[in-house]
């Protein structure tokens, strides 16, 4: 069975209603990023932090996984599909992907602030100032910040260099260094890129672009590995 290696990005939640940063009337607009996601946001005011992703969070919850994927789902009837996304959210996860590597952390789990390997699932979607690890340290969001190390890099690469096919959905390739994962691919497979957006990328021609929005993306895509039409 073929590999289907899927890079995915915030534009696959963004139709289940998770808004994005960077999108018109995203976070960026109504949040100075480096004030909730960064270690030095978090050392000026841990109670704004914790309340930016504790809404994420209760967000999430009302959220539910789209036809996007669904459409990753069913494909792994045809490859054994393997999905690293860029998104915290679980939403892979909950409309049944079985192989999922969240190289930015993941919304619903905690990590200790001291010891970081220390990772705790939530109940529900709430830290409180007075959850603690093991150790007896603070807990805060399990979400890699702007300037920390992203330690899933090294085994999405690996996955990345066993790829047949690759296909990229969500993201503009410009976030780094996610989108150095694409150069990883062994040289010749297919490379697909579903965006509804212009392209930048320095090798277009290497890529197969259906620019559609991720759900109807993922059903174009689906008919051309396949020949087939999804049934969700």
Same mark, same amino acid.
């Given at each position: ?21 960077? %999108? ?20 000026? #005011? ?7 992703? #504790? ?10 996984? #789209?036809?996007? &994927? ?6 792994? =009837?045809?490859? %054994? ?10 939403? &892979?996860?909950?409309?049944?992907? =079985? ?21 705790? %699932? ?5 830290? =409180?100032?007075? %959850? ?9 969001? &399990? ?30 390739? #410009? ?58």
């Amino acid at each position: 069975m073929q590999k289907l290696v899927v890079l995915s990005g915030a534009g696959i939640s963004a139709e289940s209603g998770i808004k994005t940063f960077r %999108d018109m009337g995203g976070l960026w607009e109504e949040y100075d990023i480096m004030e909730v996601a960064s270690p030095q946001g978090w050392a000026r #005011n841990p109670e704004l932090v914790q309340k930016f992703y #504790n809404d994420r969070r209760k967000q999430l919850l009302e959220c539910r996984p #789209n036809r996007a &994927h669904l459409g990753l789902v069913e494909l792994e =009837k045809y490859f %054994d599909v393997e999905i690293i996304t860029q998104n915290v959210d679980d939403l &892979h996860e909950r409309a049944g992907s =079985k192989k999922v590597l969240h190289i930015h952390g993941e919304l619903r789990k905690a990590q200790s602030t001291k010891y970081p390997e220390l990772v705790y %699932d939530i109940e529900g979607w709430e830290i =409180k100032d007075d %959850d603690r690890c093991e150790k007896g340290f603070q807990l805060r969001p &399990h979400v890699v910040w702007f300037g920390e190390p992203v330690p899933a890099m090294e085994p999405a690469i690996e996955i990345t260099a066993r790829a047949d096919i690759m296909v990229v959905i969500g993201t503009s390739l #410009n976030v780094y260094p996610a989108a150095s994962l694409i150069d990883f691919a062994p040289a010749g497979i297919p490379l697909y890129l579903i965006d509804p957006n212009e392209v930048i990328y320095s090798d277009t021609s290497r890529i197969n672009v259906i620019k559609e929005k991720a759900g109807k993306g993922v059903e174009v895509l689906f008919g051309r590995l396949t020949g087939e039409k999804p049934t969700y």
